[in-house]
């Protein structure tokens, strides 16, 4: 089993980020002790969310910066005796910004969402995988690719928020993720054919578009969701936020209360089951998480957790936090060093939630030292 989390890194933009996030061309940075820190606790999985090698505009090239900083972050993981994911957000006509930031104005004109239109953006965009899986093949540490985090052409070109009115109008189109995905998948197996390969829905690879995701044609390929549900009405609760786990209120607006607890989460995973079971394909929860100050976080990530165990799906929390305080302290919903006091600033190991992920992940005995590979 891997257990773990996510870092998240994107391209710096000076004009607007300023020192936020590092002086480097790729930030927040991270540091060995942060690492090091989080293999203490037992984790033994590091998603690197992160910018792809390639740019996000023509020539589509390798990033030299981009790419030196991939390598850093490898070297700190295994020098902490974890293994990755390769994780890309962004690359060839593809930016950020429509991941994290489509509800400010901080990056209006950087905006770039090409991918889902430009055959060419897209033909560099399997370019950029095969270079990469050429750079790292053999890396002992690096347990699988993930082709794109969160794929969402549906919601960016069209404010499609349901699979089936969006394959009704757009399937086989160039907006379609199943017409690429294959593409990448081919062009990695020429450079590397065992080393898992994780694919995402459309839909922000979220369980509600599971369904709809054709199965690749090749071996060792896992299927990756992202579990935040129920969004609006628990896992992203404001400060004042007031629904908790376990409790009673209307989970899914459809005007009633219902009891929200470890049987309602088993039922959202319900579709995951049945893709596994229907598809005979492995899956791996590769992003979940709670605000920490959301009230009753702790017991739902207990009882979440143990739903995934039953099911022996892998998986990484969103997220583990840079210690450099610009950056750490400011965007802090999900850094959980910080506990679940939302006024907390200062770092606090002993609370309700890293007790739980503790619980988990000192599960973990398989490490890149001891791997039998």
């Known amino acids: ?9 994107a391209v710096v933009i000076p004009a607007v980020d300023g020192t ?14 942060d690492f090091d820190l989080l293999a203490s606790l037992g984790a033994n999985y590091v998603v690197i969310s992160a910018p792809g090698l390639f740019t996000e505009n023509p020539p589509y090239q390798v990033d030299e910066e981009v790419q030196r900083n991939l390598d850093r972050m490898l070297e700190m993981i ?23 930031c489509s509800d400010t104005h901080d990056y209006d004109g950087y905006f770039n969402d090409a991918v889902w239109s430009d055959p060419q953006a897209q033909a560099a965009w399997v370019a950029m995988w095969q270079y990469t899986a050429e750079r790292y093949h053999g890396n002992r540490i690096v347990v699988g690719y993930e082709l794109m985090v969160e794929p969402n052409a549906a919601d960016i070109l069209y404010g499609i928020d349901s699979p089936k009115e969006f394959f009704r109008s757009y399937s086989g189109t160039i907006a379609d993720w199943s017409t690429l995905y294959p593409q990448i998948v081919n062009a990695i197996r020429e450079v590397d054919e065992k080393i898992p390969i994780l694919i995402g829905a459309d839909g922000y690879s979220s369980i509600a578009w599971l369904s709809y ?12 969701v992202h579990q935040y549900m129920p969004y609006d009405t628990y896992t992203h609760q404001n400060e004042d936020g007031k629904n908790r786990y376990p409790g009673t209120f209307d989970v899914d607006y459809d005007g009633k209360e219902e009891a929200f607890d470890k049987n309602y989460l088993s039922s959202l995973l319900q579709p995951v089951r049945q893709y596994v079971q229907k598809h005979k394909v492995p899956v791996a929860i590769n992003e979940f998480g709670v605000k920490r100050w959301v009230p009753g976080a702790a017991n739902y990530l207990y009882d979440l957790l143990s739903l995934f165990e039953q099911e022996g799906w892998n998986y990484a929390i969103w997220e583990w936090s840079t210690s450099y305080e610009p950056y750490g302290l400011n965007v802090d919903d999900f850094n959980y060093k910080l506990g679940i006091d939302p006024l907390n600033k200062s770092t606090l190991l002993e609370n309700s939630i890293l007790t739980v992920l503790r619980n988990y992940w000192s599960l973990n005995i398989i490490r890149p030292s001891n791997a039998p590979w």
């Not at 089993?1 to 890194?9: E, F, P, S, V």
């Open 213 to 224: 995701l054709i199965p690749a044609a090749s071996i060792n390929i896992v299927y990756d």
């Open 20 to 33: 936020f996030k590092g002086s480097g061309s790729v930030g927040p940075p991270f540091t060995q002790e």
């Open 78 to 100: 295994e020098k902490a005796d974890m293994f990755a994911t390769i994780a890309f957000r962004t690359g060839p006509g593809k930016a950020e910004w429509s991941l994290c």
């Open 1 to 9: 089993m891997l257990r773990g989390a996510n870092i998240w890194q």
